[in-house]
């Protein structure tokens, strides 16, 4: 059985999110020793799912230093994750097809 091909649609949209959550926090890092500097938040994984821009919105909060790196970090386990789940999807149906990886 083929993989279904929107798994790599999804898996673009989890890498494409992924990319977004890591510029607005590495700009929350940035920006993290101005005095008043409200964090961002980024858009939700269901914009990039349907396609739509994703764009950073303003939040009350204050920036967290030690909150942004572990977003940072939980981030880069969520790119790994839509990158491992697009190579392995083409790699099946690299398989599927008889060519070789």
Known sequence: MLPNPS?????????????????VTADNVARADMRG???KEA???????RGEPLQAKESRNPISLDS????????AGRHDAAITVWTKTLDLM???????R
């Open 7 to 23: 798994l790599l649609g999804l898996a673009s949209a989890m890498a494409r999110h992924a990319g977004h959550v890591h510029a």
């Open 37 to 39: 500097a409200k964090a």
């Open 43 to 49: 858009a939700r994984f269901g914009d990039a799912l």
């Open 68 to 75: 942004q790196l572990v977003r940072m970090a939980q981030n």
């Open 94 to 100: 690299r398989l599927a097809a008889g060519s070789p």
